[in-house]
């Protein structure tokens, strides 16, 4: 074997014995799923679960894998037959395996057309996506369709050329009512809370404006489970390519990297077949929630609060966040005195273990999960996992202020990509210009900058903008988060108790 020969179904009889490859035929597998958005985290993770399940119990459960937006499939995953390498990293530990389910892929960037040739197929029983919180075009703080959305004022005008995701689905089920009408199952894989009736809603909401009778033929055809979906998989470095070659001894322009831990919770509740995922170590339950707010308010939490407070304490990587003290000791106090009681009973976990468990999953210096690619559309995570807690906290009487603070942290971290504050660093959210132009406008005073980004009410609901204690402790967590030393403020806030804090005399930042 060539040390350069690139990955593809010719090599696999031929790769090394310490990877692993697909148990099973692969010249028998076709396509029964579909999957939007085809990243690292879904060959991490679904692909990986299908494939598991195809080696145990082979059925046509092969994965067609679409994207909509960049990147093109066809330059990576097309030119190797859909077979790439999944590398788990743990510390010094690097274990490889071919993952095999991914039967085709299909660029759909240009033209929505290819897209809902695979989608409207009567073949495709499950159609499974993640394209990011953003990806839904809802308002974060309702769930509901976002009307005002330059894509979805599109789609509504020119229905058959969609490009949003809720246009792309509400037009290929559209095509399978009017052709063969077979029943299908939508499964959304991001993280949103209740991220099926999330998915229902918007697809629904347009159905609705399209009449022909397609509402009706949904709610008797289509199912929209939710999941909780978990694995670290930080996006794909040329230094992870090049492990490959090094170790391994073929190119692979399709590696991704997770850690060992994975889990999928998966609501029961499908139109039709399903893939039988629980058998490979998925879990079917009839209520997802209690697994989604543990994983979205702990994991996810401390991931975001990582990440904001990370960057501005100029740590680039998760793991080196957990690394400094300080940190490390906000964030497990801030998890347990204030996400915790927030949590639903949750079968067979132990929550405060759970936290542990989170924790030392973030420490993982193998795993280079950049604390900026964390923040990315950063307001369209802060409502489920750290703004629906506190205001669960605040229903009851109790202290937000260790919550607060990566609220704050957030703000804090948009602000300083703005000119007032010298552009520090590039950001991407889809509020990052008009959180700039606010700071632009008001400049660095603490209260009126709060004050702005709490009345954006796609994000702030105005219910819980209008809190005096929230907003006394944000406007409080931004004036520390923007001085000199935003550390020695998150360590004070960890060990200062909260009415002294705000006890003391505002100051400009």
């Not at 936290?355 to 559309?377: G, P």
Request: aromatic residues 6%.
């Amino acid at each position: 074997m060539s040390a350069a020969e690139s990955l593809g179904p010719a090599l696999l009889g031929r790769l090394p014995s310490e990877v692993r490859k697909p148990a099973y035929d692969r010249s028998a597998l076709r396509p029964g799923i579909a999957h939007i958005g085809v990243g690292a985290f879904h060959r991490c993770h679904q692909a990986e679960y299908t494939d598991d399940l195809l080696a145990k119990d082979f059925d046509r459960w092969g994965l067609v894998g679409i994207n909509i937006r960049p990147p093109l499939l066809g330059q990576t995953l097309g030119r190797q037959g859909g077979l790439y390498t999944r590398l788990i990293r743990q510390n010094d530990e690097v274990e490889a395996r071919v993952i095999g389910a991914i039967v085709r892929v299909v660029d759909s960037q240009e033209s929505a057309a290819p897209a809902l040739e695979v989608l409207s197929s009567p073949e495709i029983e499950m159609v499974t996506m993640t394209v990011t919180e953003k990806g839904y075009c809802h308002i974060p703080s309702s769930g509901a369709l976002d009307l005002g959305h330059p894509d979805i004022v599109h789609d509504l005008a020119i229905p058959q050329a969609p490009r949003s995701v809720p246009g792309v689905l509400a037009r290929a089920l559209e095509l399978r009512m009017a052709s063969h009408g077979r029943p299908v199952t939508l499964l959304s894989c991001d993280n949103i809370p209740a991220n099926g009736i999330i998915l229902g809603n918007v697809v629904r909401a347009i159905a609705e404006r399209r009449g022909s009778g397609l509402t009706d033929w949904i709610e008797a055809n289509v199912a929209f489970p939710s999941a909780m979906v978990d694995r670290i998989a930080p996006a794909t470095t040329g230094a992870d390519i090049d492990t490959v070659e090094e170790r391994f001894g073929y190119r692979d322009s399709g590696v991704v990297v997770g850690e060992r831990f994975r889990q999928w919770v998966i609501e029961n509740r499908f139109a039709g077949r399903a893939p039988r995922w629980d058998r490979v170590g998925a879990i079917f339950v009839d209520d997802v929630t209690p697994f989604e707010l543990l994983k979205m308010r702990v994991l996810n939490g401390a991931q975001t609060t990582l990440a904001h407070l990370g960057v501005l304490g100029g740590f680039e990587h998760t793991s080196d966040a957990m690394a400094d003290p300080v940190l490390a000791a906000f964030v497990r106090r801030m998890l347990s005195e204030e996400t915790l009681p927030t949590l639903m009973p949750v079968p067979g976990i132990s929550p405060p273990a759970y936290v542990e468990q989170s924790l030392a999953r973030l420490t993982n210096t193998a795993i280079r999960h950049r604390n900026h690619q964390i923040a990315t559309d950063g307001s369209q995570k802060i409502v489920q996992r750290l703004l629906n807690p506190i205001r669960d906290r605040l229903a009851k009487g109790e202290s937000i202020a260790l919550l607060s603070v990566p609220v704050a942290g957030w703000m804090a971290y948009l602000v300083k990509a703005s000119a007032r504050f010298g552009r520090a660093w590039r950001v991407c959210d889809p509020f990052a210009e008009r959180i700039a132009a606010i700071a632009d406008r008001v400049g660095s005073d603490s209260q009126a900058l709060a004050d702005a980004i709490l009345a954006i009410d796609a994000i702030f609901d105005p219910a819980l903008a209008a809190s005096g204690a929230f907003r006394a402790h944000v406007i409080a967590g931004l004036e520390g988060l923007l001085s000199n030393d935003p550390m020695g403020f998150v360590g004070q806030a960890c060990v200062v108790p909260t009415d002294a804090r705000l006890k003391q005399p505002a100051r400009s930042a």
